[in-house]
């Protein structure tokens, strides 16, 4: 029984406190990331029919038919260790983005690799540059190994602030990490601000470039091409990209990274889990990766709704960030927590930003055109003081 195991209240008060005092102090004080709700908690805790989860960045067509399929076959080969140096799969990369296998790393996420990046480069006391707002995680697994994080806010109208990151950029750093175009702002670095923002930082650094969004900017013309500029530095680089956005396999956890020099994917084989990419990870992102046509469907979702909600939100006269990804930021001119509290009596899930400075903007990633409705009309109804 729970209850014959359950500890002294003075012997559960002591083991806190000695858990605290073994543990790193700077996994003692470190942030939680805030991973946000599921559709599922949301729909039984206020009962309404349909929910609209517009917080994750979630592809709303959902996985190719043809990961769906390529899962299912593979599926009876689940008693069987996945292939711990995901071979097929970085070959498929390989072809896909022109980049040596060697210099392909996969992660469980692209989180998971630039956990691998935090754990194989920083020391305490290693200075750290990245952007603010941020994507969480760029800011979160520096500090877990003790490094100083700086952090480079956006200009007033929301763009990347291309002085204050040369200015940042003229001390030592051991890494520079921000995401073009970024989370949560979707501002998007154009090729002459990325080489600004590449030819300042210092030499030798490790430059880690999120491209988690780039597949809704390929058709910009503007959108630099990081590996081809990159590949003129001599300073070690690592571009990350994903499968959870255009590709839609969110729930499976696969990304990766392009690094440089082997010896980079070398290091973060020495820190990673061995067999951190599970068997239906790598056998649905190569078949993913032979669906194209379900990507551009999914880009082209995404800039028709973009721009029809960009101005609705306008029209009600929010501040809304001019965005290069599948989300929009917009100031929505209260403490966004309350906001997405309200709007979760609707159904419709948000997130709400936290950080300094930022606590009246939303996050909202663009849905289909039924949950992008739902948003809409459940804003303007708790605008006008109407009830769920
Ligand atoms: C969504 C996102 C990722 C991708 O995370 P996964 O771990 O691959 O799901 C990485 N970076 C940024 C900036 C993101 O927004």
Redo the contacts with the bound molecule.
Sequence with gaps: MASDLAVLDSAFDHQQQVLKNLARPASRSLGVYNAGLSADAVQKKYGVAHIAKLAS?ENPLGASPQVVAALEADARFSAIYSDASSAALRDALAADTGVAAQNIVI??????I?HMLALAFLNPGDRVVTLIPS?G??EIFPRMMGADVTMVGVNARQEFDIAAWETALSTPAKMVIF?NP??PVGCMLNREGFARIINAAPADCVLVI?E??FEYCENDTDYPDSLRMLAEQSRPWIV?R????AYGL?GL???YGLASHPELVNLLDRVRTPFNINRSAQVAAIAALQDKQHVRDSIALVTTQRKSMAGELAALGFNVASSHANFLFFNCGRPSIELAQRLLTYGVIIKPWREIGYENWVRVSVGIEKDNRQFIDSLKRILTGGEA
Excluded: Q, W
């Excluded at 992660?107 to 998971?112: H, K, L, M, Y």
């Excluded at 994903?242 to 956005?245: E, I, L, N, P």
């Design positions: 960045n992660g469980n996420g692209s989180e998971d630039l994507f995680l760029h995401s970024s989370n999120d988690a969004y990350l994903t499968f959870s956005k969110a956890r696969v990304g």
